[in-house]
């Protein structure tokens, strides 16, 4: 039964991670078609709707990666995500205590 269970939440979970994958990219769509639909109804631009697209989703996607690389490199951001996220696994925050107690029984001797 427990072994089911597994297989069951193990699938579950891969296949979260490819819908968050894939979820990522469709943004980019959604971001462009929603540029093209914005520009298609203005009259204030004399430019077709898809070369303001070709010009306002790369910008707009540019300035996204400079958010990511920034978060990245400079408040390392992942880091401090895999932090909290490994703080709340019971596991890992025993087998921590563990380690401490080891390190204190090496420093006595």
């Known amino acids: 039964m427990?072994?089911?269970?597994?297989?069951?939440?193990?699938?579950?979970?891969?296949?979260?991670?490819?819908?968050?994958?894939?979820?990522?990219?469709?943004?980019?769509?959604?971001?462009l078609l929603?540029?093209?639909?914005?520009?298609?109804?203005?009259?204030?631009i004399k430019l077709h709707p898809l070369l303001i697209c070709l010009v306002v989703v790369p910008v707009i996607v540019l300035c996204a990666w400079f958010f990511g690389f920034f978060l990245d490199k400079i408040i390392h951001y992942q880091d401090a995500y895999q932090k909290v996220a490994t703080d709340r696994i019971p596991q890992i925050t025993e087998v921590l205590e563990r380690l401490k107690n080891i390190e204190k029984k090496i420093e006595k001797k």
């Open 2 to 31: 427990f072994k089911l269970l597994n297989y069951v939440k193990r699938i579950f979970v891969t296949f979260k991670f490819q819908l968050d994958v894939g979820i990522s990219f469709v943004t980019l769509v959604n971001l």
């Open 34 to 44: 929603l540029v093209y639909t914005v520009f298609k109804n203005q009259t204030y």
